[in-house]
Structures are given as structure tokens and as C-alpha cells.
């Protein structure tokens, strides 16, 4: 007879027989988990790829990473197909942490425990970190909006391992612990994020599950409100500098007198399109108004004027012109022999704006193409990737 | 004390926000995603809010937080606490109705300041980040910025000398994880810290635009004495008046005409007046105050020599723009002088008369009768011939029997000497109603405020 042990070299018919007890136990005891299964990063491509972040397939995708430098894998797939499984865990009650980056975390780290058999045959491999579990029992049907669907709820695995409360007498492991915390509106769960949320409108998950459409109108409010504070206008971009548009320059002579028209000017008619031929003061020869940022370009008092590359040929004493062909744009006053700088345009949107014009903002926002030997190339570039060498053999 | 708040710090940090704001990053697919920046100390009521008042709201990342965490006077800077700086604005005149401004000039103001109390703003910029290459290309675009330091301002006002600032980047907390990492994965949180000279002031005065009412100036002579005319003057030292245009002015029969710059009249015959200058459009002059005339309400005042002035209402003839029709304010017209005779006591002529072609027929004249002499009665040509009384600019009434001379021009010896000042003489003739008056350094009878106004004597109220 041989002795009696309840280990075997081999999995016995002992060890199924647990095992069977074990899954017919989760099907009754456990709960539902939908897992959206993790399959690998994004492929770079040929041409994008580099020796730490390389192209290339592996049989087992899951198992690559993605940047072998900083050993992260930020763009990761996942499987259409949605499996689902049984699982057991303690439900436990929930503390929220405002953090110091100013929003809740939840201290909601949860293990969830699973048959590892049927989990395995079920997903076509093991649970393992990265993958995304959906407990549809904590769905919440009473959030404070108007979405048409309950607000699911998400986690992310970090790590699996095998509880030491699923080992059974002969020795072998029946179970998963898979330890999991609420995922985040991340670049890594972008995947699970862009799918249908299921209400029937198009939206997708991000859509009425993620805070990131809020923050951004928060912060959307909060840039208006930056624009009102300097423009006055909370659609007008903020500009540098000082307004000095509403204040009236008193134009006058060397001598400080007040300028008038001279009333035998031949040379302004009523045809004139730069000066009204019917106005008696002159046109302001210089800003009284001077400061640090205060020139915009604008002729002072709001007087007519008209802009370009070059000069008019024809021109009346008084009369502005702008230059824009210089940077920054420049404010002419025609006195009769020649055009005197009154201002330049030194107002402008500031470095972090779209549409920035200072100095670093043209290095940074800078849409340029220019044809250089017959080739169009992009004005801005990476000063690493600037004229490299080409291969030439 | 009264209360004032004008979120002079809240508006730093708002323009801190903004700073922060705008970045993103670029995943694999080359798509861009704007992170958002908000204020961190955020209240548990808003955070929740936030998250639809459910435990299953997913948060994003990465995401920028800003939050004030410290507030320091700043003693390097300061300066003397109780010196007041004086701006001196004009506005620009403003359509209420378009919303515009104009060309034309508005009020002025006078604005004080106060020397503004100096305080350095710490910030902190929390970076929270879920991977390391995330992190980094938010971090390249941010850290560009502070070299060495990055202007904003808090408002676009030219007169705030307070709302200038700048950030600097104290220091860099690259991540606030413990390396390696332990059973748990902390949050990765990049920190900034930066620190902003600020001002905060207390409010300004607003006052109307000041001008110069009272110089001071050394009143003694050589000898210490007060000299002379400086303190015991009646009259200014000068006076200045600026015309627009330097437009003279031509009054005749209750309207006025813009006489141009240098232009010169002539009156050849009485009555008509010859100008060597074309007429000119009273739209030149009032097409610099868009709006501010108004018909039947502005008026012209027209300068006496007195430093009266006579007041008229004035409306643009509709079919003569080079015309403004007067109505004038017969309470500002000089009263009539009264001339007394024998017979009757009045300010006025029934006619002025040329003695040598008129011959006024005494025998069906009504007695208290006056006239007015424009010439010399000439015996030889004198048209009643029995009747010789007065002299050119003489006034002479029938009393019923005879002539008598109301206003004797010539025996008049103070009026003859012209280096004594006299009080001029006003009459109206009845016939024409035009007024006339009489001084004695002109010795002649001429018209009392009709005829040519130059520049600065004369003035236009809108």
C-alpha cells in the first residue's frame, strides 16, 4: 500500500477536486469583473523608433516594454473584447484624501481574489499588472449629472501574486490575489478611456467618467478671467504692456504751444483718406503717455492711419503710418521732409500664449516654412536635430 | 476705517494661473492633450462637486496645481512710505451711444498715489505627472520660461505702478517619490517653487485735472521792500487765450461768420463789411467736438472791453453753414445811457440823420423828437437853414419851438481827453434797432458789439 499524502508530483484528481469546489464557490459567492485585458504597448513604428524605445514584435506582446529607459510603458493596448470573471474581495469603506496637487485621491486599494484556473482559461493567460478591472456591482446610479448611463467603476491591477490562503492541502495554489487601485484619466488608460460610454450619444467614457472636461473649464475660467483683468475683455488675449489708447495727447511745438492745422496747408484736401481735411488741431507729434511696454503701433488720439511695407508715395504732414514689414511694428509721423518714428509695437501676446510674438514666443510658437534650396523646411526645429548629418553611403 | 479690497493679490495669482496654463504633452499617436492648471487649496464641498458628488469619477492627469505658500514683507525694498506720486491724464472724449472714443479731448484727472507697502509672494506649482517621459516634455516647456525670471502684470492700467511683477523659479523639486519605490507607488509630483515682488497699495485720489490757480514768487524788491504791482495790481499780469483754429469773428445782424487766421475787414461803406478771405464752414471748427453742439443751447460769448461778455444763443443757418444765426441775452447787452433835456429823458435816437440832405420839416415835427448828427451842419448846405444847432456825432432834440443839444460831443473836455477813462455811452436807434456807443478815446459813434472779433475775444460754449 502505498503511503498515504495528500502531495503529489503531479496535480491529482485530489487537486481537481479542490479545485472544482473552489471555482463552484466563486460562481456562487463571488462577484461579476469585467477585465479589459492588457495586450503590450503601442508600436512605435520603423520609423520613430530608437535603440531605448525600439520597434518590434514580441510572441508574448504583454511582455515588452516600451522604453527601456525609463521602464515604463505609457501607451498601452487593450483588448476590445471585454472577459468576465468571478472575484471576491472585502468591500471596504472609502476615505478621501485631498492631496496637495489639490484633488481626491481615494484611499481605496483593494485585493481581489480570484480562481486562478478559470481566470487563466478564461483571458487565454494570467492576470497581471496593467490589466483593467470593471466592477459593474459599484456602479453608481446617482451622480450629481445628467449623463444617461451610471458611472462604472474602474481599477487598475499592480501587482498579482498568489495568496497564501489559496493553497490547499495538496500543496498547489487555486488563487489570484490581484491588488488594485482606481485607475486614472491617464495617457496609459487612453484606450479605455476613448470607448463608448453606451449612452447612445456618441460619448465616450472619458466623456462622463473622467473630471478632465471640468478642470480644463475651470481652468478655461480662470484664463478668461486673466484676460479681463488686462484687456477688459475676457475673449481678448492678454497683451504685455499698458493701455494707453483712452488718454488724449495735446499735440504741441517745440515751444509747448498747442499745434493747430496751418490755415494755408495746400496740401490737405477733403479727398485725403489719412486726415480729415476739416480738422484744425494737428495730429500729435509725440506720446506724452511713455512708459515701459506702452507703444502698441496705434496713432495717438485714434487718428486715421494705414500700414505696409514701404511708404506712400504721396503723404500729408501729420499723417501716421505704420511699418509692418519691421519687428516690432513701427509707428511713422509724416512732417513734411520726412517720416519720424513716433512708437513701436511693443505690445504683445505674452510667451504662453497661442499666438506669443515676444521674443522667446517666436522661437516657440513659430509656424514658419521657409524654401531653402527648393525645400521646404519647417522654420522650427529641435536645436538637437537641427542640420544633423544625412547618411551618405 | 473704511473697507476697501481691490484683489490685488488675487489678481497675481490669477495671472500665475495663466503662466501655468496652455502646456500639454504628446503621446505616442502624436496626439496633444492640454493639461489643466487650477488653484490647489481647493475646498472638500468644490472637490467634490467636481467629481459629480460620486466615488467613481475618474480623475486626470497629469494636471498643475498652483497655491500660495507664503507671504512675506519684503523690507529690501522698501522706500519712503509716505511719498505721493501725481499723474496728470487727459481722457479721450467718449460716445456713450457707440461706444467708442473720439479724437476730441475729454476731462482730465489729477491722480495721486501713495508709495505702495513691497511683499514677496511665494508660489508653489505642483506638477503631477503619470510617467517619467510625461513629465519631462511638461517640465522642458515650463523651465524655458524663468530665464532668469518671467514678467507678468496684473492689470494693463498705465497708472498702476503696482501691477508690474515678475516670477522667479526658486527652486526645482524634481519628484517627490522616494526612490526606489516601496510596496506602494506614491503619487510623482514635480514642485516648483517661485517667488514674486509684489505691492499692494492702498486706494488713489482721483482728482479733476489740476491746473495753475496761484504762483509763488518773491515779492520784495532790491531793498526788501514789496515792489510795486505784483501784490497791488488789480488786473492779471497776463492772460492766455487759446483759440482753436485761431478763428477771428465777423458779428453783423444777429448771426457771426469764422473769420481765418490773418484774414482781414473792412468796412467801406457803414453797414457792409468786405472780408479778403473766403467763407468758412463753422463744421470745421465744430466737427472737433462731435456731438457737443447743440442749437438754440450753445451760445458765443462775445469780450468786452469792461471784461463783460455779451451772451447769445447760437444755431447753425440750415441753408448757410458759414453762418451761426445769434439770439442774443439782452440781459448781457449794455443798458442804454439816459440823456435828459428839456423835454424828455431815454436812451435812444429816433434816427440818425446827415444835417446837410435832411431836412426833418420843424413845422409838423413832434416835440421830444431826437437825432443823431453824422456830420458837420454845413450853412451852406445845412437843409434847414434857420435851424443850425450841434455838430458831427452830436444829439439834438425838438422841444417844440427849437433844437436843443441833448449830447455835445466836442464841448464834452473829459471825453475829449482821451487819457481819462470814461464810462462809454450807449444809445439804440429806434429806427434801425442796432445800439451804438460812444468813447471817448474813439471820439465817434460806433457800433456797441456789432463787427470784428479777433481770437481771444471771443469764445464758444458748448
Known amino acids: 500500500m502505498p503511503r498515504l499524502s495528500l502531495y503529489r508530483p503531479e496535480k491529482s484528481a485530489d487537486y481537481r477536486f479542490i479545485d472544482k469546489n473552489i471555482y463552484e464557490s466563486f460562481q456562487v459567492g463571488g462577484t461579476d469583473i469585467f477585465v479589459h485585458k492588457y495586450e503590450g504597448p503601442v508600436d512605435p513604428g520603423v520609423d520613430a523608433s530608437t535603440p531605448s524605445q525600439p520597434y518590434g514584435t514580441n510572441d508574448i506582446p504583454e511582455t515588452k516594454i516600451q522604453d527601456l529607459l525609463f521602464l515604463e510603458n505609457r501607451d498601452r493596448k487593450y483588448s476590445d473584447d471585454v472577459y ?72 487598475v ?91 488724449f495727447v495735446v499735440p504741441t511745438d517745440a515751444d509747448g504751444n498747442v499745434l493747430t492745422q496751418d490755415g494755408s496747408a495746400t496740401d490737405v484736401t477733403v479727398d485725403s ?3 480729415d481735411a476739416s480738422a484744425v488741431i494737428k495730429t500729435p507729434n509725440a506720446n506724452f503717455y511713455v512708459g515701459y511696454l506702452t507703444g502698441d503701433g496705434a496713432p495717438l488720439n485714434g487718428a486715421p492711419y494705414s500700414f505696409g511695407s514701404q511708404f506712400p508715395q504721396a503723404a500729408s504732414e501729420g499723417e501716421y503710418f505704420l511699418r509692418t514689414d519691421y519687428f516690432p511694428n513701427r509707428l511713422f509721423r509724416y512732417n513734411r521732409s520726412r517720416w ?54 | 476705517m473704511q473697507h476697501f479690497y481691490d484683489g490685488q493679490i488675487r489678481r497675481f495669482v490669477t495671472q500665475f494661473v495663466r503662466v501655468m496654463s496652455n502646456f500639454s504633452y504628446k503621446d505616442s499617436a502624436g496626439t496633444l492633450r492640454k493639461i489643466p492648471t487650477s488653484y490647489g487649496n481647493l475646498t472638500r464641498q468644490v472637490a467634490h462637486i467636481i467629481r459629480d458628488n460620486s466615488e467613481n469619477k475618474v480623475i486626470s492627469a497629469p494636471r498643475i ?14 522706500q519712503n512710505p509716505t511719498h505721493v506720486s501725481k499723474v496728470h491724464l487727459r481722457e479721450r472724449d467718449f460716445d456713450e451711444a457707440t461706444g467708442e472714443y473720439l479724437d476730441s479731448q475729454g476731462p482730465g484727472y489729477t491722480v495721486e498715489r501713495i508709495m505702495p507697502v513691497p511683499f514677496n509672494l511665494q508660489m508653489k506649482c505642483d506638477v503631477w505627472s503619470t510617467n517619467t517621459d510625461q513629465k519631462l516634455q511638461i517640465m522642458e516647456q515650463m523651465l524655458v520660461l524663468f530665464n532668469p525670471s518671467l514678467e507678468i502684470q496684473s492689470t494693463a492700467n498705465y497708472i498702476d505702478w503696482t501691477s508690474l511683477s515678475l516670477i522667479e523659479l526658486a527652486s526645482v523639486n524634481f519628484s517627490t517619490r ?21 505691492w499692494i497699495t492702498p486706494p488713489a485720489k482721483v482728482k479733476q485735472l489740476g491746473v495753475i490757480e496761484k504762483i509763488v514768487m518773491s515779492v520784495f524788491d532790491e531793498s526788501g521792500s514789496i515792489s510795486d504791482g505784483i501784490i497791488d495790481s488789480v488786473n492779471p499780469m497776463a492772460t492766455v487765450n487759446v483759440t482753436p483754429g485761431n478763428f477771428g469773428l465777423l458779428v453783423l445782424n444777429n448771426t457771426a461768420r469764422l473769420l481765418s487766421p490773418g484774414e482781414g475787414v473792412s468796412e467801406p461803406t457803414a453797414g457792409n463789411f468786405d472780408r479778403t478771405g473766403e467763407p468758412v464752414s463753422w463744421f470745421k471748427l465744430l466737427d472737433q467736438y462731435p456731438g457737443k453742439f447743440r442749437a438754440g443751447l450753445s451760445t458765443i460769448r462775445l469780450s468786452k472791453a469792461d471784461g463783460s461778455e455779451i451772451v447769445a444763443t447760437a444755431s447753425v443757418n440750415p441753408t448757410d453753414d458759414t453762418q451761426i444765426v445769434l439770439s442774443f441775452d439782452s440781459d448781457t447787452v449794455p443798458q442804454n445811457t439816459i440823456l435828459s433835456d428839456s423835454t424828455t429823458s431815454r436812451g435812444t435816437v429816433d434816427a440818425i440823420i446827415d444835417p446837410t440832405t435832411f431836412n426833418p420839416e420843424t413845422a409838423t415835427l413832434t416835440a421830444g423828437t431826437r437825432y443823431l448828427l453824422l456830420t458837420d451842419p454845413n450853412p451852406n448846405t445845412f437843409a434847414w437853414q434857420d435851424e443850425l444847432v450841434g455838430a458831427a456825432n452830436d444829439i439834438i432834440t425838438w422841444n417844440g419851438t427849437a433844437w436843443e443839444i441833448t449830447f455835445d460831443s466836442s464841448a464834452n473836455e473829459e471825453r475829449a481827453d482821451s487819457s481819462v477813462a470814461q464810462d462809454p455811452v450807449y444809445i439804440t436807434n429806434t429806427y434801425t434797432g442796432i445800439q451804438y456807443r460812444f468813447t471817448n478815446d474813439q471820439g465817434a459813434w460806433l457800433k456797441s458789439y456789432e463787427g470784428e472779433y479777433v481770437k481771444g475775444q471771443w469764445r464758444l460754449v458748448l
Open chain 1, 84 to 155: 468576465t470573471i468571478r472575484g471576491i474581495y472585502n468591500v471596504q469603506d472609502l476615505d478621501f484624501d485631498l492631496s496637495q496637487f489639490g484633488m481626491f485621491l481615494q484611499n481605496d486599494t483593494i485585493f481581489i481574489t480570484f480562481h486562478m484556473n478559470s481566470s487563466v482559461e478564461n483571458l487565454g493567460r494570467k492576470l497581471m499588472s496593467g490589466d483593467v478591472l470593471e466592477l459593474p456591482h459599484l456602479k453608481d446610479d446617482y451622480a450629481l449629472n445628467d449623463y444617461q448611463v451610471s458611472l462604472k467603476r474602474f481599477y
Open chain 1, 157 to 247: 491591477i499592480e501587482d498579482v501574486s498568489r495568496p497564501s490562503e489559496g493553497f490547499s492541502q495538496t500543496w498547489y495554489p487555486h488563487l489570484l490575489r490581484a491588488k488594485c487601485k482606481p485607475i486614472l484619466d491617464s495617457q496609459e488608460f487612453k484606450e479605455i478611456f476613448d470607448k463608448d460610454s453606451g449612452e447612445g450619444t456618441g460619448s465616450t467614457i472619458r466623456d462622463v467618467l473622467s473630471t478632465y472636461e471640468k478642470e480644463m473649464q475651470i481652468n478655461e475660467a480662470v484664463l478668461n478671467q486673466a484676460n479681463e483683468d488686462i484687456t477688459g475683455d475676457p475673449n481678448q488675449p492678454v497683451i504685455s504692456g499698458y493701455d494707453t489708447k483712452q488718454y
Open chain 1, 273 to 275: 483718406a489719412k486726415i
Open chain 1, 340 to 393: 519720424v518714428k513716433i512708437e513701436d509695437g511693443v505690445r504683445v501676446e505674452p510667451m504662453t500664449s497661442d499666438n506669443a510674438r515676444s521674443q522667446l514666443g517666436t522661437f516657440v510658437n513659430n509656424t514658419n516654412k521657409n524654401t531653402i534650396n527648393g525645400k521646404e523646411v519647417e522654420e522650427r526645429q529641435a536645436l538637437s536635430q537641427a542640420l544633423k548629418p544625412k547618411a551618405d553611403n
Open chain 2, 65 to 78: 496645481s498652483c497655491y500660495i505658500t507664503g507671504l512675506d514683507y519684503a523690507r529690501d525694498r522698501v
Open chain 2, 178 to 198: 522616494t526612490i526606489p519605490q516601496g510596496v506602494d507607488t506614491e503619487i510623482d509630483i514635480g514642485e516648483l517653487t517661485f517667488t514674486m515682488p509684489i
